[in-house]
């Protein structure tokens, strides 16, 4: 966080010329210790660098490290921008299915993964050629979508059927739809223990799946309305934003039980984590800003103005940028560490 030190000197009379002297020699001590001292703290300041415009309420972002290209899906205009990360420019807008909703993909195979919450579909797009490879039917309202990328399966929540849909990443085929929560939102999947979380927007839990199962192991209760699920692999700890108590539940993905809940801004929805500063960021959607989260603490680094309504956050490890789609203002805001 960007410290601001403030140094508000008051006139005073002195007797003498001795103790001016005296009070300006203090001064400086302190201007320079203060210098000292900045330089030796690590810098946290985040700022927004760029605002790119895309097309009709993005939603959903995600990020290939390997190719530095930015996906978003825009609900309203029916599309899927790509966008350079490198000039922060829009390489292409393709027409994709009837309100595009999540994100998510496969660097190993740099294939795109989006949901499509009015045709009850997800869409594979090819990263090389940025075309459609096909169409997969799933569930009632997909919505959240992530990848396991060591074993290719794709998990899609289905909120109006209250389950998931597995999908083979190979061959594009469906595996099986394992019943969750009420209204399940967000999903992410740790890789290293091969669990599934899933944000249950209404039954106000987060279900815990074996990916090597396909079997629910456990139901936590989280906060009110909880919405989106990032994870981080190293510390196995598990983010769920809980929209209507305006907070994130931690948890401990050893143990299943929440570990802490951290107050963020108003209306939290999309959540990332960079899992090599440990930062979690957390896109406040009726604050219109972003909430950076330090996870050795649990504490509140800072808060980042961007655009209206936030929804999806994704980050690039490799160039510690943070991508932010803006639903009302139709951007997203780039923010660098």
């Given at each position: 966080?960007?410290?601001?030190?403030?140094?508000?000197l008051?006139?005073?009379?002195?007797?003498?010329?001795?103790?001016?002297?005296?009070?300006?020699?203090?001064?400086?001590?302190?201007?320079s210790?203060?210098?000292?001292?900045?330089?030796?703290i690590?810098?946290?300041?985040?700022t927004?660098?760029?605002?790119?415009?895309?097309?009709?309420?993005?939603?959903?972002?995600?990020?290939?490290?390997?190719?530095?290209r930015?996906?978003?899906?825009?609900?309203?205009?029916?599309?899927?921008?790509v966008?350079?990360?490198?000039?922060?420019?829009?390489?292409?807008t393709?027409?994709?299915?009837?309100?595009?909703?999540?994100?998510?993909?496969?660097?190993?195979?740099?294939?795109?993964y989006?949901?499509?919450?009015?045709?009850?579909?997800?869409?594979?797009?090819?990263?090389?050629?940025?075309?459609?490879?096909?169409?997969?039917?799933?569930?009632?309202?997909?919505?959240?979508?992530?990848?396991?990328?060591?074993?290719?399966?794709i998990?899609?929540?289905?909120?109006?059927?209250?389950?998931?849909?597995?999908?083979?990443?190979?061959?594009?085929?469906?595996?099986?739809?394992?019943?969750?929560?009420?209204?399940?939102?967000?999903?992410?999947?740790?890789e290293?223990?091969?669990?599934?979380?899933?944000?249950?927007?209404?039954?106000?839990?987060?279900?815990?799946?074996?990916?090597?199962?396909?079997?629910?192991?456990?139901?936590?209760?989280?906060?009110?309305?909880?919405?989106?699920?990032?994870?981080?692999?190293?510390?196995?700890?598990?983010?769920?934003?809980?929209?209507?108590?305006?907070?994130?539940?931690?948890?401990?993905?050893?143990?299943?039980?929440?570990?802490?809940?951290?107050?963020?801004?108003?209306?939290?929805?999309?959540?990332?984590?960079?899992?090599?500063?440990?930062?979690?960021?957390?896109?406040?959607?009726?604050?219109?800003?972003?909430?950076?989260?330090?996870?050795?603490?649990?504490?509140?680094?800072?808060?980042?103005?961007?655009?209206?309504?936030?929804?999806?956050?994704?980050?690039?490890?490799?160039?510690?940028?943070?991508?932010?789609?803006?639903?009302?203002?139709?951007?997203?805001?780039?923010?660098?560490?």
């Amino acid at each position: 966080m960007k410290n601001q030190f403030a140094l508000s000197l008051k006139e005073k009379n002195t007797n003498t010329r001795k103790a001016s002297s005296h009070l300006l020699k203090v001064c400086r001590l302190l201007a320079s210790l203060v210098l000292l001292l900045g330089a030796s703290i690590p810098a946290y300041a985040q700022t927004v660098v760029a605002t790119i415009p895309v097309e009709g309420g993005p939603l959903g972002v995600a990020v290939n490290e390997k190719t530095n290209r930015i996906y978003v899906a825009n609900v309203h205009s029916d599309t899927f921008s790509v966008i350079d990360g490198v000039t922060n420019a829009l390489i292409t807008t393709m027409g994709i299915g009837d309100g595009p909703f999540g994100v998510a993909l496969n660097r190993k195979t740099n294939h795109i993964y989006v949901t499509n919450l009015g045709s009850d579909t997800i869409s594979v797009i090819d990263g090389a050629t940025n075309t459609l490879i096909t169409t997969i039917g799933v569930g009632d309202d997909p919505s959240g979508v992530a990848v396991n990328e060591k074993t290719n399966c794709i998990y899609v929540t289905n909120g109006l059927s209250d389950n998931i849909s597995v999908i083979d990443g190979a061959t594009n085929t469906l595996i099986t739809i394992i019943p969750v929560g009420i209204a399940p939102a967000g999903v992410a999947v740790n890789e290293k223990t091969n669990h599934i979380y899933v944000a249950n927007s209404v039954s106000d839990t987060a279900s815990v799946i074996d990916g090597a199962t396909n079997t629910l192991i456990t139901t936590i209760p989280v906060g009110d309305s909880p919405s989106m699920v990032a994870v981080n692999k190293k510390t196995n700890q598990i983010y769920v934003t809980n929209n209507y108590s305006n907070d994130v539940s931690v948890i401990d993905g050893a143990t299943n039980v929440i570990a802490t809940t951290l107050a963020v801004g108003f209306g939290p929805e999309g959540v990332a984590v960079n899992e090599k500063t440990n930062r979690i960021y957390v896109a406040n959607g009726a604050g219109d800003s972003v909430s950076v989260i330090d996870g050795a603490t649990n504490t509140l680094i800072t808060t980042i103005p961007v655009g209206s309504s936030p929804f999806g956050v994704a980050v690039n490890e490799k160039t510690n940028r943070v991508y932010v789609a803006n639903v009302a203002s139709n951007t997203v805001s780039v923010i660098q560490e």
